[in-house]
């Protein structure tokens, strides 16, 4: 695909809850729900919603897929495929896709994976695209861990379910979203994949990437600063999610930039090991504090006054004031996304006129 069929599929589908991507994620829901059941749908509530992915569903090849696109059809046609259905392929078939949202998978995730399936089979079908361009060989839409376990534990084939969606904005776009549901997504996928479509002029600026992804320039451009990091420090940080989210892994960065290597893996260990916090590392990057120096407990203190905080009528923390000089807030059950940006606008109030 050329940068500019890219970049012409975000122009044309800009608003990440478009119906239109709604549309291509109940299409895979509803798959789902025909692979799972051993019957057609009994209830209501479940046949209507697959009625809204296929027009029939039968022994007939002239079924028809209500979004069904021209390539797929023929391709379903020539094949005698049913949508939903079940398959097996050749894992040499399977290659991943130019706009996989995923970039790092953790070896020791990978092989646990591979250990389950040697042992359980497959139990989940990936969802797979056709290459039109090349016969017999498919993209992975969804399943990518998957297919790297199955190869790992020297299995031939896979099951599939081939889905119709276009290699490119949607197909990016859904994968991303159904990381974040699955928590997956990490800001270090972000930043190398991003930097990927700006490096290839998909997109001309980081606001303009911004904007064709539905996010905020500053979610951007925090991923985009840390797509120079090396690897190896991005996968040290990637294997401890809960303590590296975008703010932190920024400051480990800037960390990086003044340090090197050698000396900024050492400040990942020690973030693990003496639980630092974000204020901790900012400390240490602006030279407030010495990396070495185990961090000292905090003195407990009665607080003076207390706030509860509450998001949609639930109570998601509180904020409390010590003496003339101190606040903390503590806040939890927020979306990654949602904290990220709390932090980083905390820290933009902070900063010197």
């Known amino acids: 695909m050329k940068p500019s069929q890219f970049a012409k599929g975000f122009q044309a589908r800009p608003d990440t809850t478009s119906s239109e991507k709604r549309t291509a994620l109940d299409r895979l829901n509803a798959i789902d729900d025909l ?19 296929l027009h ?6 002239e079924a028809t897929h209500v979004h069904e696109s021209a390539e797929y059809r023929q391709w379903r046609l020539a094949n005698s495929y049913q949508p939903g259905q079940v398959i097996d392929l050749d894992l040499k078939a399977i290659k991943p896709s130019p706009f996989n949202p995923r970039h790092f998978y953790l070896k020791a995730s990978i092989a646990e994976l591979a250990v389950n399936l040697a042992k359980q089979g497959q139990q989940q ?27 790992e534990a ?7 379910v081939v889905v119709d969606l276009p290699i490119g904005i949607e197909s990016y776009k859904l994968g991303y979203d159904l990381n974040v549901q699955r928590d997956s997504q990490t800001v270090f996928d972000n930043a190398v994949v991003w930097r990927r479509f700006l490096d290839e002029n998909h997109f001309q600026s980081q606001k303009e990437l911004a904007e064709h992804l539905g996010l905020d ?38 960390y990086h930039s003044a340090r090197g290597v050698e000396a900024t893996l050492r400040l990942i260990n020690r973030i693990v090991a003496d639980d630092l916090s974000t204020r901790q590392v900012a400390d240490i990057v602006k030279g407030r504090a010495n ?20 998001l949609g009528g639930v109570a998601v923390g509180d904020l409390k004031s010590y003496g003339d000089d101190r606040i903390e807030l503590r806040l939890r059950g927020l979306t990654r996304e ?3 940006e709390l932090l980083r606008q905390i820290e933009k109030m902070l900063q010197p006129d």
């Open 35 to 53: 692979v799972t059941s051993d019957t057609q749908p009994s209830t209501k509530t479940s046949s209507a919603r697959a009625e809204t992915v």
């Open 56 to 61: 029939a569903v039968g022994s007939s090849n």
């Open 125 to 151: 079908a990936i969802h797979v695209i056709p290459d039109y361009a090349n016969h017999g060989t498919y993209f992975v839409s969804d399943g990518g861990r998957r297919v790297r376990a199955l190869k």
């Open 154 to 160: 020297n299995k031939e084939t896979v099951k599939a």
């Open 217 to 254: 320039e500053s979610t951007v451009a925090v991923a985009l600063s840390l797509a120079k990091l090396p690897e190896s420090i991005m996968q040290e940080m990637v294997a401890r999610p809960d303590r590296f989210g975008s703010n932190m892994a920024y400051h480990v960065g800037r």
């Open 291 to 310: 990396p070495q120096e185990p961090s000292r407990p905090a003195t407990r203190q009665r607080y003076a006054q207390r706030m509860e905080i509450k």
């Open 338 to 340: 949602k904290r990220d």
